[in-house]
């Protein structure tokens, strides 16, 4: 069986890859515990011991605004690491896959980002996550590269969780209506993976170097909207109580909502090349946004 190594296994990303993964080889799954990526020393041991044909890096630094205040331990993690990775995936010949952000843009387009578009980030997390692309680039391994945004699932903390914490306490909500992109399952993320994986087994390999995919659910919303869409369909979904009336969560602009790293007012990608290399469509995120709240809510439910 091709031997994988999975870093960042308990990630939202991770927790879902384990499952994609499996069908496609043995899979050593990986957390912080096991390996601290800020240490190039340690990663390098780790690689070299799997002698892995696949290496997949579902781990990232993604405190967007702490890393406003460690600038080094980002570029450690977001940069450094993925560096090191694609040198020992050149070594044994293993494919590297790696995921990268939204952020590497200052969202200043009016349309959809594609990827042959000149990245621009404004934020310690978007230049180390940019740094970290051109880390593997560099390195002539074989590796993908999905950009995505605004990743949400039943694992971890995200933007969808934190809604219900708040509505359900009875919070006023105020929710930024300017910055638009499309909410993405870690579920569905983890599918394309395992998608684009299976498709290279069957001898459709990928040419050598770095192939770059932007990797997005369709139909782009603002977080005003996407945070109405949560309430409205926990709402409808057993398990909820206390929901607030959709209408009832305030628009606000980004300037009335001051963090310390800047955030992409548009975060709108074109998956158009995704779709055409791999006979893909990406879908809506709603579907999975329901699926999440049922989840969810039978978890609370049995108490786990």
């Given at each position: 069986m091709t031997p994988i190594l999975l870093l960042g296994k308990d990630g939202q990303v991770g927790w879902q890859l384990q499952r994609s993964l499996a069908p496609l080889?043995?899979?050593?799954?990986?957390?912080?515990?096991e390996c601290d990526l800020s240490d190039p020393g340690?990663?390098?041991?780790?690689?070299?011991?799997?002698?892995?044909?696949?290496?997949?890096?579902?781990?990232?630094?993604?405190?967007?605004d702490r890393a406003e205040s460690e600038p080094q331990l980002a570029a450690s993690i977001n940069a450094e690491a993925?560096?090191?990775?694609?040198?020992?995936?050149?070594?044994?010949?293993?494919?590297?896959?790696?995921?990268?952000?939204?952020?590497?843009?200052?969202?200043?387009?009016?349309?959809?980002?594609?990827?042959?578009?000149?990245?621009?980030?404004?934020s310690v997390y978007g230049r180390t996550k940019l740094t970290g692309e051109q880390a593997i680039a560099a390195a002539g391994c074989r590796a993908l590269i999905f950009r995505t945004s605004w990743v949400f699932g039943a694992r971890g903390h995200n933007f969808v969780k934190t809604i219900l914490r708040l509505a359900g306490e009875g919070r006023s909500l105020r929710i930024v209506?300017?910055?638009?992109?499309?909410?993405?399952?870690?579920?569905?993320?983890?599918?394309?993976t395992g998608l684009v994986l299976a498709a290279s087994r069957r001898g459709e390999s990928l040419p050598?170097?770095?192939?770059?995919?932007?990797?997005?659910?369709?139909?782009?919303?603002?977080?005003?909207?996407?945070?109405?869409?949560i309430v409205e369909d926990a709402g409808r979904t057993p398990g909820y109580s206390g929901m607030p009336a959709p209408e009832s969560i305030a628009a606000i602009a980004t300037t009335d909502y001051p963090l310390p790293a800047p955030r992409p007012a548009n975060?709108?990608?074109?998956?158009?090349?995704?779709?055409?290399?791999?006979g893909l469509e990406m879908p809506d995120w709603r579907p999975?946004?329901?699926?999440?709240?049922?989840?969810?809510a039978l978890k609370n439910a049995n108490g786990y």
């Open positions: 080889g043995k899979v050593t799954a990986v957390g912080r515990a340690q990663l390098r041991e780790l690689i070299r011991a799997s002698k892995p044909k696949i290496i997949v890096n579902a781990a990232a630094y993604t405190a967007v993925p560096g090191v990775m694609a040198e020992e995936a050149r070594t044994l010949g293993a494919l590297l896959v790696h995921y990268s952000t939204d952020y590497v843009f200052d969202g200043c387009k009016t349309a959809p980002y594609v990827e042959a578009d000149t990245p621009n980030p404004q209506d300017d910055q638009i992109g499309s909410p993405t399952p870690a579920a569905l993320i983890s599918t394309v050598d170097g770095a192939h770059l995919y932007h990797l997005a659910a369709a139909n782009p919303v603002s977080w005003c909207g996407f945070a109405r869409a975060s709108r990608f074109d998956c158009s090349r995704l779709e055409a290399d791999f999975y946004l329901q699926r999440m709240l049922q989840l969810l």
